[in-house]
């Protein structure tokens, strides 16, 4: 019978070849493609909008019957995330607007999908009005007075809450939204 040979580490010698090869490939092959399978994907949205309302108390809370989402942008496939969608025991209703609109029975305006000047007639036109929560894209959403402002252009998504505009609208807001935003306490900035 012939004994493997052990090198000078006192190990046998690893053997190469195209199994050994194959081995490495597929070792490489599974590190690089298991952690991007097993990273959350960043909620639409329309996810974060409805699990807001998880969190959110309005003024008048008791009177709403449905949760009115005015989306000032053309109706797209984000709409059906609401249809059947209840939350707190009551649906969703979505409603497309444009700047001068009446905005009467929306209880969350999502200007997301908005262009900027859109975004910024709304907001403005807006201001100062109680219980209508304002959700919007970016840091500059927030300095403008929006209320929420999504990150969706960030690589793990998140959002950030304007603390000041939340207060200002009549808002209460539970402890676990705050803890798992990035929070701003003025009009003026970010943390």
């Known amino acids: ?23 490495g490939v597929g070792l490489l092959l599974l590190l690089l493609i298991v952690p991007h399978a097993l990273r959350a994907a960043v909620p639409t949205p329309q996810e974060y909008i409805s699990g807001f309302v ?17 989306v000032a ?7 059906a995330h609401y249809a059947g969608l209840r939350v707190r025991e009551r ?8 700047v001068g609109d009446a ?17 910024a007639a709304l907001l403005k ?3 100062g009005r109680n219980g209508l929560l304002t959700v919007g894209n970016g840091r500059d959403f927030c300095s403008a007075g929006g209320q929420i402002c999504l990150r969706m252009s960030e690589p793990r998504g998140g959002f950030e809450v304007n603390l000041s505009a939340v207060k ?24």
């Open 168 to 191: 200002n609208a009549g808002f209460l807001i539970n402890a676990k939204l705050l803890m798992m935003a990035r929070q701003s306490d003025a009009a003026g900035g970010a943390p």
């Open 73 to 79: 942008a053309r109706a797209d496939a984000g709409d």
């Open 1 to 23: 019978m012939h004994e493997a040979r052990q090198n000078r580490t006192g190990r046998l010698p690893r053997r190469r070849g195209p199994a050994a090869l194959a081995r």
């Open 103 to 119: 905005l009467g029975g929306c209880q969350i305006l999502d200007l997301t999908a908005s262009d900027a000047g859109t975004a």
């Open 91 to 98: 649906p969703f209703e979505v409603r497309h607007v444009n």
């Open 125 to 127: 036109a807006t201001q």
């Open 54 to 70: 998880l969190y959110v108390r309005w003024p008048g809370d008791e009177t709403i019957k449905a949760w009115q989402i005015c």
